[in-house]
Structures are given as structure tokens and as C-alpha cells.
């Protein structure tokens, strides 16, 4: 009688184990299966990032303002986007930018002194892109070209180019300012990007080589089309634009859905800007 209940015991307990033991083999191998196919969600972040270089041109002796846009772009970030801020500026020239840039070197690593004379157009853009490729420890999708009295929305300016090409790109505020159209002249130089591959071409080719001397936005476009590049071109009005009442069909009133804003020459304009876009709301 003892036997037989054990006997039961093992037939009613055997096939628990076993249904036990299959839902463990399925449940495990489903796992395996499709666990891979399911990234989490900072390795999405990872696989659609794509990278951004803006070189503000400035000029050594602008430290109070080079101190003033870290505060601005420090503040700022875009979660579809791995974006660089950096100033540039031609050799040094007096022994205390030797000492104090020094210093923000060392405290910011922010700055790239480029081999030229300062200038403004006399071939510093030509030397600040074509420099890149042998300076930079890496390749970034674009570059940007910016002026130190534009405000740039770091986040706008991502969402704007993340359905953009990634080769062959060139991006700003076309001129002439009422033109809608990206391949009439050249893109303004408050702010204009071109794509990695652009870039190198700079570097290379003789084109640029030979016609450095000029406004600086204009010869961009010049060299670009004289090469037959930047087959994709984008504009971007009204979302960039100069402030208010500065530079005539180029300005126009403030926009929720900016940019950037060029032409802020004085400390009252950065105020109504930052005012505008609620940059420092959440503090005070």
C-alpha cells in the first residue's frame, strides 16, 4: 500500500517536472532569440547620433565673450546629436594670450589655434576647414562655421539635421537674404555647415587653394561651385535669421521655432534673446 502511494506520488510529480522543465527550455530559448533584437534604449540613442564640429571664429583677445558662449552652449544639449563646441583663431601674438589661453586650454581644452595671421577675409576660413583633417583626433558628419554674435539652439539645430544627408551637404541662410532657394548664391556666414567629405575636399583640392582671398562666406560658395559640389543644399528661413531691425530682408521678430540669431552686438540684444527662448526660466 506504501508502494503504490509512492508510486502515484512519482506519477503525479513526474509530469510537473517535466511541464516545469519545458517552459523553462522554452522561456530560455526565447529569451536568447529575441532578447538581441530588442536594444535598449541608450544603444538606439548610440546607432542614431550623428556628430557635429561648430567652430566659432573669434578672435584671442574676446575672452570675455569666448567665457560668455561657454556659459551658453554649456548649458545646452541634444540627445540625437554629439556636438563640439570650439573657438578658433589665428597664431598668437602678445605674451599674455601666450599665459591666459593657456590657461583655458587647460581648463576648457575648447580652443583651436590655427597657423595664419587673424583675419577676416583673408583666408582664415580656408585655413580653419582645410586645417581640420590633420588636426582633429577624429572625423565628424559635419562641420560647422560659426560667427561669435550668433545664438545657435543646439537642439533645433540637431532636429533640423537629422533628416539630412550626411554627405555632400551644405547648410545655412542663403544669400541674397529674400532668395528661398539654396543653390542661387552662398550660404551667409553667421553659421554654415558643410559634411565631412566637403571638408576634406577643401583640404585637397586647389580650387579653394587658389581663390582664398574674398568674403569668406562667398568664397565657400564660389569654391563649391566651381568644384560642382554640394549637391544637397538646405537653407534654413526663417529659422535663422539676423536680430530684429539689424540687417533689413535678413532680419525679422523672434521665433519659437529658431535656430539662430545673428547680429547680437550688444549685451541688451543677448538679454532679450535668452529672455525670449525662457534659457534661464527654471533659475530666477
Given amino acids: 500500500m506504501h508502494t503504490m502511494h509512492r508510486k502515484r506520488m512519482m506519477l503525479v510529480t513526474l509530469p510537473s517536472l517535466v511541464i516545469s522543465l519545458l517552459l523553462f527550455i522554452i522561456f530560455f530559448n526565447f529569451q536568447v532569440i529575441r532578447s538581441p533584437s530588442i536594444p535598449s534604449s541608450k544603444t538606439t540613442i548610440l546607432q542614431t547620433q550623428f556628430s557635429l564640429l561648430i567652430g566659432i571664429l573669434t578672435r584671442a583677445d574676446n575672452y570675455d565673450r569666448r567665457h560668455f558662449l561657454r556659459l551658453i552652449y554649456g548649458i545646452q544639449s541634444s540627445s540625437i546629436a554629439k556636438i563640439d563646441v570650439k573657438f578658433i583663431f589665428c597664431n598668437l601674438t602678445k605674451p599674455e594670450q601666450r599665459i591666459l589661453i593657456s590657461l583655458e586650454i587647460l581648463r576648457f581644452n575648447d580652443i583651436i589655434i590655427l597657423n595664419c595671421t587673424e583675419n577676416m577675409n583673408n583666408g582664415k576660413t580656408y585655413t580653419y576647414f582645410s586645417s581640420l583633417p590633420g588636426i582633429l583626433p577624429r572625423k ?70 587658389k581663390e582664398m582671398f574674398g568674403p569668406e562666406d562667398k568664397m565657400v560658395g564660389k569654391w563649391l561651385k566651381m568644384g560642382r559640389k554640394a549637391r544637397n543644399r538646405f537653407s534654413n528661413k526663417p529659422a535663422m535669421y539676423d536680430y530684429p531691425g539689424t540687417n533689413g530682408k ?26 525670449f527662448f525662457n534659457v534661464t526660466k527654471q533659475v530666477l
Fill in 140 to 209: 565628424y558628419d559635419y562641420v560647422m562655421k560659426a560667427d561669435d554674435d550668433v545664438f545657435i539652439r543646439l537642439k533645433p539645430l540637431a532636429l533640423s539635421l537629422k533628416p539630412l544627408p550626411r554627405v555632400d551637404m551644405y547648410y545655412g541662410f542663403v544669400i541674397p537674404c529674400a532668395s528661398m532657394n539654396p543653390f542661387v548664391e552662398y550660404m551667409s556666414g553667421m553659421g554654415f555647415l558643410l559634411s565631412w567629405d566637403l571638408v576634406e575636399w577643401i583640404g585637397e583640392s586647389d580650387i579653394p587653394r
Fill in 250 to 275: 535678413c532680419s525679422h521678430e523672434l521665433i519659437p521655432e529658431t535656430v539662430a540669431v545673428h547680429r547680437l552686438k550688444r549685451w541688451d540684444h543677448w538679454s532679450h534673446v535668452l529672455e
